[in-house]
DNA sequence: ACCTGAACACCGTTCAAGT
DNA sequence: ACCTGAACACCGTTCAAGT
């Protein structure tokens, strides 16, 4: 915006973080290359020194919005009392699911990006990695987790592009406690609670 | 593909079955106003005659991947025994969600429109408030209905956007049943089934 | 009145010419 | 060795010049 001072070179860190605010304010058909570069007062082929391609910055931002995911860090706000530790699969997944959210709605313009994009950032696999071993200790197959975990993240994905429109809390939690109901039974289909 | 005779006039109908195949072919980024009047043996200014602008035409798309869903067309091979009567609604949204699945897996170049365009499609529209009359006949409030048909309308397009990179009928399957299952038992939390 | 070529203002990216 | 301007092959769309 304002004048920059010479010294303050490039790095792929900052480009990606102008190109995320680019999009964050003008969408994601604004990012190009030279618009880019007028932001960050330089010229369009200057950021080649940081960034294959373009496809390669699509990707840095995909990845920028997908990491640093804390499932931790946003509590189930159920009402129910839980055994914390025997659904400790509960908690990290329902988690990751709210932290998602939260990420894709102060990123809405980035949300086609999760349309042809794989998850391959080492933080958000990481991430995953984490939640698949809660499931794996409550004794679910690791293909029982990975299903759960997806259905999960799909159901998300789907719900933000939604509430792109029209944003609705409610609708979030209902789905995915239905989800997350749907995971615990289909476990234990025989138990009872305690 | 080959030569094309004179008399054959453009249509906005045959512009949109052509774009749709140019994408299904090629890529979403494939579809220049250029490429899409080569297949079309005219010149890329004559498709302005039919199409108002290139946003028009990518809601054209939109539209005929969503319109023409049929919900009955696809039954719920579910196990259980249902009270067809009482469960409809139930019928009818699982088809619903099916129809759509289908549909994007038929055309999964398309699915990055859903992420930032309405449903306008007046088929679309028509199938859905088709979809929730049913609800409100089994005493549904119209505000839940909506929330029931958007969470599992977010879900599947969510789900198609994994099966892109790989199908699982199983992991949809699973999350369809348990999304309907809590719509049901939200519906009636005191009843049990007969 | 209808249609369409040339033209405009953009793109992403290459590459040779500069330092 | 590093950087970058001009240039290339594309875009979507306008508009005036043709019929």
Redesign the pocket.
């Known amino acids: 915006m304002s004048a920059r001072r010479q010294p303050i070179?490039l790095s792929r860190e900052r480009v990606c973080t102008e190109a995320l605010a680019l999009v964050d304010e003008e969408g994601l058909e604004?990012?190009?290359?030279?618009?880019?570069a007028a932001r960050l007062d330089?010229?369009?082929?200057?950021?080649?020194?940081h960034?294959k391609?373009?496809?390669d910055?699509l990707d840095a931002l995909h990845a920028a919005v997908l990491g640093a995911l804390q499932p931790e860090g946003i509590l189930e706000p159920s009402r129910r009392v839980l055994d914390a530790r025997r659904l400790e699969w509960r908690i990290l997944l329902g988690g990751l699911a709210r932290a998602l959210r939260s990420a894709l709605l102060r990123h809405p313009n980035v949300l086609p990006l999760f349309t042809s994009r794989p998850v391959n950032a080492p933080e958000a696999v990481a991430t995953l990695a984490r939640v698949q071993a809660a499931f794996v200790s409550a004794r679910f197959t690791s293909a029982d987790a990975e299903r759960a975990i997806y259905v999960v993240g799909m159901f998300t994905i789907g719900h933000a592009i939604f509430e792109k429109s029209t944003r609705n809390d409610s609708t979030f939690r209902f789905g995915l406690e239905a989800l997350l109901d749907g995971i615990e039974r289909a476990h234990r289909p025989s138990r009872r609670r305690p």
Chains 1, 2 share one sequence.
């Not at 604004?30 to 880019?36: D, E, F, G, P, V």
């Not at 330089?42 to 020194?49: K, T």
């Open positions: 070179s604004a990012l190009t290359m030279r618009r880019l330089c010229e369009a082929m200057s950021l080649y020194r960034v391609d373009k496809a910055l």
